[in-house]
């Protein structure tokens, strides 16, 4: 699985940016698909994931209510919709794949860099 992640950019705190993961390769193996970020001097955190099949989304605490990850299956594309940033949110997003449950995400993408202004 090969995936590209794309979307970032710069933005002023309270707006909104739309990062694209566009999957390849044997994507019918996936199982479920992530958002992580990295900020400077910070590890990764995770940020958001979606089942493949079925859409079940689920959260870290710092972004409920602000983004939203979805997936568009017949594109392969998995979004993450982001809204009312705040300059906590600057870091290099990456996107992720696993193949089984339980599993580790064993598949990433290049990552995209999203920096919010005071």
């Known amino acids: 699985v090969q995936l590209q992640a794309s979307g970032g950019g710069l933005v002023q705190a309270g707006g909104s940016l739309r990062l694209s993961c566009a999957a390849s390769?044997?994507?019918?193996?996936?199982?479920?698909m992530g958002w992580f970020r990295q900020a400077p001097g910070k590890e990764r955190e995770f940020v958001a994931a979606i089942t493949w099949i079925g859409g079940v989304a689920v959260y870290a605490d710092s972004v409920k209510g602000r983004f939203t990850i979805s997936r568009d299956n017949a594109k392969n594309t998995v979004y993450l919709q982001m809204n009312t940033l705040n300059p906590e949110d600057t870091a290099v997003y990456y996107c992720?794949?696993?193949?089984?449950?339980?599993?580790?995400?064993?598949?990433w993408g290049q990552g995209t860099q999203v920096t919010v202004s005071s």
């Open positions: 390769g044997r994507t019918f193996s996936i199982y479920k």
């Open positions: 992720a794949a696993k193949v089984q449950v339980g599993a580790r995400y064993e598949y």
